[in-house]
């Protein structure tokens, strides 16, 4: 018939998607609109159930590298003594470097008011915090005390070496433990209530 159109139908495209335009499916008014197929090195399915299960799986992927990138483990919780006690050592020379010049300031204060006034206030803008660092201090300014200091800490801990009761030392802190955590939980027990009134209430 004259004037009538003909419609070319064109070959379905293997990347077929429902939601794609004529053209895309091929049917167009006129054989110049006719795009070629899709490669197949590009053709992929279309099905959302398809792509979203593979978004999914490779959001899973990238939040399985983010937790073992962030995840770090927690080896030495209060300290790891399985080979070395060394901090405990340098608590255990500050401290008997502490008793130390306690003891030398109580014998300067019979013995040498006048030097007892200087290693006072010596001590009282030096802090006996780290035991090394103050002798290097107190070795610059007064060599003699210095060393009167570090004579008398080792008398100490030899004095506490022969008088520590390991065992003793043991069970008192088992016993302290024990103690703490009966006053806690006696803090967490509910105890029920001596109030007459309560209990006509609760009836």
């Known amino acids: 018939m004259a004037g009538t159109q003909t419609m070319v139908i064109g070959p379905i495209p293997s990347g077929f998607c429902p939601r794609s335009s004529s053209c895309d499916l091929g049917l167009c008014s006129g054989p110049t609109s006719r795009r070629p197929a899709a490669s197949p090195s590009r053709t992929g399915l279309c099905s959302s159930f398809v792509g979203g299960w593979g978004d999914r799986k490779r959001q899973a992927v990238r939040s399985k590298k983010r937790r073992e990138r962030n995840r770090f483990i927690v080896d030495e919780i209060a300290g790891q003594y399985e080979e070395s006690f060394e901090d405990i050592h340098g608590q255990l020379i500050n401290f008997f470097t502490y008793k130390a010049v306690r003891t030398v300031l109580h014998q300067l204060y019979e013995m040498n008011p006048p030097k007892y006034i200087w290693f006072y206030n010596f001590v009282s803008n030096n802090q006996v915090k780290d035991g090394a660092r103050f ?20 008398h100490l801990y030899g004095k506490w070496i022969k008088k520590c009761d390991h065992a003793m030392m043991y069970q008192r802190i088992s016993d302290e433990n024990l103690k703490l955590m009966r006053e806690r939980l006696m803090e967490t027990v509910i105890w029920p209530s001596e109030d007459p009134n309560a209990e006509n209430l609760d009836s």
């Open 135 to 154: 002798l290097r201090s107190l070795g610059k300014e007064h060599q003699e005390l210095a060393e009167r200091v570090m004579v008398t800490r080792l």
